[in-house]
């Protein structure tokens, strides 16, 4: 119940494209959900995050959409760029107060976006 | 920019040796995380710290690992007798808050080779 299942595993786009990497969870608790982008050796950076009191939320290129009733988030990149090329991880976690934050990992996208 | 630091990059340990992976967190932080991440795997949880102690941990948290603020400065994660499958990437992170809406940040790695 404290997974969070992403998919695809992979994905590969053209320049422009709009790469859509979507996620599940179980567990009704969670009440925040953040995307992070890696790039390799680096650590996970916050990309946007989305509560579940709001549908959609867009940031520059990048726009969640959430589905409350299906327990489901995606992560939408628009007018995708090779610089957007690295692994994006979406996650979970419950809002506890003065507990700490922890975070459920998606297993990961790798995206490549082609000239 | 504040940033997450973490030290070594790299260490090479023999399995059953003591290690111990260093941070230093944003200043104005409160909560402290440990995260791992197994090669092409997702990033898992390890443990959560708040006002010098455990507030949350993972069932990967055995008796091999442990935690610690020494000073103001620094967060430690310590692990004794070191497996070969504690081979990963461990990350340090932070947040001002501890709720599930406060963005954590996160360094950027410690790779752990137990050989």
């Keep these: 119940q404290q997974q969070v299942k992403q998919s695809p595993q992979s994905l590969i786009v053209q ?20 995307w992070y982008q890696q790039f390799p050796g680096k650590g996970p950076a916050l990309l946007i995050a989305i509560r579940p009191d709001v549908s959609e939320k867009k940031e520059g290129r990048f726009t969640i959409s959430f589905n409350k009733s299906a327990k489901q988030f995606s ?24 507990g700490g934050n922890k975070l459920t990992f998606g297993t990961g996208t790798q995206l490549k976006v082609e000239l | 920019e504040p940033e997450v630091t973490q030290t070594p990059s790299h260490q ?7 290690v111990i ?15 791992r991440q197994i090669l092409g795997q997702k990033v898992e949880f390890l ?25 103001g400065s620094n967060f430690t994660l310590k692990i004794r007798s070191t497996k070969l499958e504690d081979s990963a990437m461990y990350f340090c992170a932070s947040s001002v808050m501890g709720r599930g809406n406060t963005e954590a940040f996160f360094g950027q790695g410690t790779r752990l080779t137990v050989v």
Excluded at chain 1, 15 to 34: H, L, Q, R, S, V
Excluded at chain 1, 77 to 98: K, L, V
Aim: charged share 20%; with cysteine.
């Design chain 1, 15 to 34: 320049k422009g494209g709009i790469p859509i990497i979507n996620c599940a969870y179980e567990n009704t608790a969670f009440d925040y959900f953040p």
């Design chain 2, 47 to 71: 443990v959560s710290f708040y006002n010098n102690e455990i507030s949350e941990k993972s069932e990967i948290f055995d008796d091999q690992f442990s935690v610690e603020r020494p000073d």
């Design chain 2, 21 to 35: 992976l260093r941070c230093v967190p944003i200043s104005n932080h409160l909560y402290f995380y440990w995260y």
């Design chain 2, 12 to 18: 090479v340990t023999q399995m059953g040796q003591e």
């Design chain 1, 75 to 98: 992560l939408h990149i628009m007018d995708s760029q090779p610089g957007d090329s690295a692994t994006y991880f979406c996650a979970a976690s419950r809002g506890i107060t003065g």
